[in-house]
């Protein structure tokens, strides 16, 4: 498909574990996204990518969290010794990086990966 | 930093009537962008509108439109001619300069009744 997408769509795991989380974003976009939604809110920022660079990663809970994106296109997020508050919808977004101003490019959402911790 | 309220927990609509969603912001910045999404149950975040804050129109986007106050800092999303599809979570967010990742609001569940 042309939207972005993201693997695996649920992710149950049991707490202390390790998990990584899949973004393939629409091709051609250079910017890439993580965010976090959980139950009743809305999503929380987590980590901006432009290229293969991490360049705002202020929204990382802590250590625990990390993300990738080796060749500018698929990013992974990986979070060691998961925890039950690490449960919720992981959603990735990407963009493109235009010449149209620093405020549109408008940011395309992938469906989520819905994890939870036991 | 920046924040985003919507005070609305819920919203309920006629078939074919036109519902006004609140949301209000609060930056130091002069210069920031603010959007709207749709989420429905299904859980992808569908992009609706956008308003940049040096905009000196109100934007519109087919039944959509942004009714924005700058100096009340609120950016209140009408929505006219409501379909029972649009039954849905919407979320008020805002970027400002220098910074790309948006900021959320807590959304407004929307239901349309026929």
């Known amino acids: 498909g042309a939207g972005v997408s993201q693997t695996p769509s649920n992710k149950v795991t049991e707490k202390g574990k390790y998990v990584e989380l899949r973004c393939d974003p629409i091709?051609?976009?250079?910017?890439l996204y993580w965010y976090r939604q959980s139950l009743g809110q809305g999503p929380e920022f987590l980590i901006y990518?432009?290229?293969?660079?991490?360049?705002?990663d202020s929204g990382l809970p802590n250590d625990r969290f990390f993300a990738v994106r080796p060749e500018g296109s698929v990013s992974t997020l990986k979070i060691q010794r998961t925890e039950r508050g690490d449960s919720a919808v992981y959603l990735c977004?990407?963009?493109?990086?235009?010449?149209?101003?620093?405020?549109?490019?408008?940011?395309?959402f992938g469906p989520g990966t819905r994890l939870t911790v036991l | 930093a920046q924040k985003i309220t919507q005070t609305q927990p819920g919203m309920f609509v006629q078939e074919k009537e036109a519902v006004t969603l609140d949301c209000t912001y609060d930056?130091?910045?002069?210069?920031?962008?603010l959007f709207w999404y749709k989420q429905p149950s299904s859980g992808e975040m569908i992009f609706l509108i956008y308003?940049?804050?040096?905009?000196?129109q109100n934007a519109t986007e087919g039944r959509y439109s942004l009714n924005f106050q700058k100096a009340r800092k609120s950016a209140n999303l009408v929505i006219s001619a409501s379909q029972l599809g649009d039954s849905a979570m919407y979320f008020c967010?805002?970027?400002?300069?220098?910074?790309?990742?948006?900021?959320f609001g807590s959304g407004t569940r929307l239901q349309v009744q026929p």
């Open positions: 977004a990407s963009s493109f990086t235009g010449t149209s101003g620093p405020f549109q490019n408008e940011q395309f």
């Open positions: 091709s051609g976009h250079t910017a």
């Open positions: 990518f432009q290229g293969t660079g991490a360049a705002d």
């Open positions: 930056t130091s910045d002069p210069s920031y962008g």
């Open positions: 308003q940049g804050s040096y905009d000196q």
């Open positions: 967010a805002m970027r400002d300069t220098g910074r790309r990742a948006l900021t």
